[in-house]
């Protein structure tokens, strides 16, 4: 409480213990405190160092010196000995006051009559501080209570109270010397609060600019701050006041399929025998997949020797027509033990998955690469040893493997291990035509032509993006509330789920923060509509061969969200799933690459043994060995062929788009099969080293130990 | 009669910036010449009179001075600015020609109206 709000209470107080309407009920100024001792206490040190005992603290001392009669001098005492301020200014506003009423009965009204139109000023306005002793010396006290109640409501300063007060006293004066009431005066006067109103509004003009922008720059804080305060209460009440609604579980429509097939139709039951006969002490992916020059080789070879059986039934897995896991199948608890850490991370049945499946986790998917290099591993024992027949059975394997693991779940980061699983099987192939094609007998090279040829989708990415599409709808009804028309907005629960992403999301920002974010978060339908309109794109577009590729149309947009905080936070659901889509289609082309490549080097193997030589033209393979000339995947013309030194040599344009005759560029043959667009290529900021680095052709076979470069743009 | 407020806002202060025209007056005073000279159509109670005078203080139209009467109270007494004689001179054109306008509507009789606080 401000120092004058509590004296005015102190004062308010007294007048209403003392019925001040008549001057009697004031107690009358008590004695000055004489003696030594008192007037020692009541002497600025500045005095007692002088040597003056002047007592000029002694408040009694003081009034009781003015002169004033009473009741005016208590009147003085008693309001500033209540007054809660220090000594000195304690002294000050009592003397303020002794003039102000010396002043007054200068005038000439009584002292009795002076004290009842003070105190009738303290009753409305505070304070006598600063008033002319006019207004309450010569008018009456209903006069002195309208000026006072103007003033005061007027909420002016000090200055301008004093000015105002003082002109409508005079008006009143002018009004009662000419006869008028002051009943007629006071009636006449006007609606006070209207008139306080008012005189505030053109007292603001008249003070300083500075004055006036600052109290606008305060109230235009003000106004924002209460406009936050309302923003923020409406959209908490939106916020907090809304749940998500599961109402749909997207993982049951996933192992729909599975559940529907028959017993003999599920490899997965197999793999899933097969690894939980594989030990934990075991050798690495890398290991198994480093080939005969790995430096563990020994310990791979003593692997495969003690699992033989194991593979045998993941060999039988691969002839499965379909994969048929089924999550949340009890059955999987105990490989989910061993190779997830837990027995429910797809739930406790197949109808039931509590986690989103943003966090759903693949670890058969994981441990099914791992078979993948066995079979890889495995192909390579059997080259060195002279058996093609086996080399040929764990490239279909292989194969089978691959189409099996598209089956773990309709998106299109899948692919990319599908691609991978591919690829292990067509480089085997590629590297043992071209060291040891004597191990493959005419019948293993035709099964091999058959297994890949038999490929489904040969290595193209399969263009659906359904799991995508579900990843995206499953988290969005996690997050989201649901209106019942698709569309909802982002909820504090669902905020608080985004926390297993990593997201540095406390419980106090969410409650702070949260609320701006749901109005600041696209919402449910507009995430959907976005998501579709860049997947349904996507998969468009994709459909060409790579010679015809353009960059996703979509991208510039995604781009663009990704630019600017705002737009990104706008639409994070579709961060989280849209990346490495075209990554995807480029590994899957690479695949389609090799494939044709793999399928055109068993044809010119086969051609050898038939002719003794091998064809001046791929032209001469068709249609006996290979039912049509492959496509170079950078030009959409023929893949290129020639004979070096008698010796058969397959490649691609690769990068750069033209025949270097089989050479590889300075940078490697990884650097040819990176994709860059036409516009790239054509573009003047292309610089002359990168021009060199990618000059030459892919060099598809015999391959090349070069390093392996991603294919990408 | 009493006028619309929304008249009255339009009015007064130009009535107010006339009678400043002859001298500075003080606000009784003002408040009485209006209601005499304008046969209490544009009288004003303090209540409305002090806070224009004090917008046009705000405005610089007109300059306010504490002086002693002839009874020896103070009185503060206000006096037409040179940008206020300015705007009454384009305020009284501006009600002659709504005059005008208002007699050739038929709104007022015939000949025009003048105002009566010249």
């Not at chain 1, 003085?76 to 200014?89: D, G, I, K, L, M």
């Not at chain 1, 907005?489 to 297993?500: C, F, I, M, N, P």
């Not at chain 2, 009485?32 to 002090?50: H, I, K, N, P």
Request: aromatic share 8%.
């Amino acid at each position: 409480m401000s120092r004058r709000m509590t004296q005015l209470k102190l004062i308010l107080d007294w007048l209403t213990r003392r019925k001040p309407s008549s001057g009697n009920g004031i107690p009358p100024l008590p004695p000055p405190r004489d003696g030594f001792w008192p007037r020692v206490a009541s002497t600025p040190l500045r005095d007692l160092l002088a040597g003056r005992l002047s007592a000029s603290l002694d408040l009694r001392r003081v009034v009781a010196n003015s002169g004033l009669p009473e009741p005016l001098a208590g009147l003085v005492y008693e309001t500033a000995r209540r007054s809660a301020v220090r000594e000195p200014r304690r002294i000050m506003a009592a003397r303020e006051a002794i003039e102000h009423f010396q002043a007054g009965l200068a005038v000439g009204p009584p002292p009795v009559a002076l004290a009842e139109s003070y105190l009738t000023w303290e009753r409305a306005s505070g304070p006598v501080q600063g008033m002319p002793p006019v207004v309450i010396t010569t008018l009456p006290p209903e006069v002195v209570g309208t000026i006072a109640r103007v003033v005061r409501d007027a909420k002016l300063w000090p200055r301008e109270r004093h000015d105002v007060s003082s002109e409508l006293a005079a008006h009143f004066c002018d009004g009662l010397a000419n006869g008028t009431s002051s009943d007629e005066l006071t009636a006449s006067f006007g609606d006070a609060r209207s008139a306080a109103r008012l005189i505030h509004r053109a007292k603001l003009r008249s003070r300083p600019l500075a004055f006036r922008a600052l109290r606008r720059a305060c109230q235009f804080s003000a106004a924002i701050a209460g406009a936050a305060v309302v923003g923020y209460c409406f959209l908490a009440a939106r916020f907090f006041g809304n749940a998500p609604k599961i109402a749909r579980n997207y993982i049951a429509d996933v192992n729909a399929e599975s559940r529907g097939l028959s017993p003999d139709e599920r490899a997965w039951p197999l793999y899933r025998a097969a690894l939980l006969k594989l030990p934990d002490d075991r050798p690495t992916t890398d290991d198994l997949m480093a080939g005969p020059k790995g430096e563990h080789w020994p310990e791979v070879l003593t692997f495969l020797n003690a699992n033989r059986d194991t593979l045998d039934i993941a060999r039988t897995a691969t002839k499965k027509t379909h994969l048929g896991y089924v999550y949340g199948d009890p059955a999987n608890r105990e490989f989910l033990t061993r190779y997830a850490g837990s027995p429910d991370v797809h739930g406790p049945s197949p109808d039931r998955f509590e986690p989103e499946m943003m966090s759903l986790l693949l670890p058969h998917a994981q441990e099914m690469l791992t078979l993948a290099a066995m079979f890889e591993a495995d192909a390579r024992v059997a080259a060195v040893t002279g058996r093609g027949t086996r080399v040929t059975a764990d490239v279909d394997a292989l194969l089978g493997l691959a189409q099996h693991v598209r089956e773990i779940f309709p998106c299109v980061v899948v692919e990319l291990m599908v691609a991978s699983v591919h690829t292990r099987a067509t480089r085997i192939v590629f590297e043992l035509l071209a060291d040891q094609p004597t191990e493959f007998s005419e019948n293993d090279l035709k099964q091999l032509a058959h297994a890949l040829a038999g490929y489904s989708a040969a290595g193209h990415l399969r263009l659906r993006t359904d799991g995508e599409r579900m990843l995206i709808d499953d988290l969005s009804q996690r997050i989201f509330s649901d209106d019942g028309n698709g569309d909802g907005h982002l909820t504090a629960v669902g905020l608080a789920a985004l926390r297993q992403y990593g997201l540095p999301l406390p419980t106090e920002k969410i409650i702070l923060f949260g609320p701006w974010m749901s109005a600041t978060v696209a919402g449910r339908r507009e995430t959907h509509d976005l998501a579709t309109h860049w997947l349904d794109r996507f998969e468009a577009e994709r459909r060409r061969p790579l010679w015809q590729w353009r960059p996703w149309s979509a991208e510039a947009e995604i781009d663009a969200v990704s630019a600017r905080t705002a737009r990104r936070l706008r639409f994070f659901p579709l961060a989280l799933v849209m990346a490495g889509l075209d990554g995807a289609f480029l590994a899957a082309e690479a695949g389609a690459q090799e494939h044709d490549a793999v399928l055109t080097a068993i044809a010119l193997e086969l051609h050898r043994r038939r002719t003794g030589e091998w064809p001046p033209s791929l032209a001469e393979l068709t249609p006996d060995v290979l039912p049509e000339l492959p496509t170079d995947r950078f030009t959409g013309e023929p893949l290129r062929y020639r004979l070096m030194e008698g010796r058969p040599l397959l490649y691609s344009h690769g990068t750069d788009r033209d025949d270097d005759g089989g050479v590889r560029p300075t940078g490697g043959n990884g650097v040819a099969r990176m994709w860059s667009e036409s516009a790239q290529l054509d573009s003047t900021t292309v610089t002359t080293a990168w021009a060199a680095a990618h000059d030459g052709d892919w060099v598809l076979w015999p391959p090349v130990e070069d390093a392996s470069v991603p294919f990408s743009n | 009669m009493r006028v619309e407020r929304e008249l009255m806002r339009g009015a007064g202060p130009v009535a107010v910036l006339k009678l400043l025209e002859d001298g500075s007056k003080y606000g009784y005073e003002l408040v009485e010449s209006l209601s005499r000279r304008t046969d209490g159509v544009l009288a004003m109670g303090q209540s409305t009179l002090y806070p224009l005078l004090y917008n046009l203080e705000a405005q610089g139209l007109v300059r306010p001075e504490w002086q002693e009467s002839d009874s020896g109270r103070q009185r503060k007494y206000y006096s037409l600015t040179a940008k206020g004689k300015r705007r009454l001179a384009d305020d009284t054109k501006q009600w002659h020609a709504v005059v005008r306008a208002l007699t050739g509507m038929g709104v007022l009789p015939q000949p025009a109206a003048e105002l009566s606080l010249g």
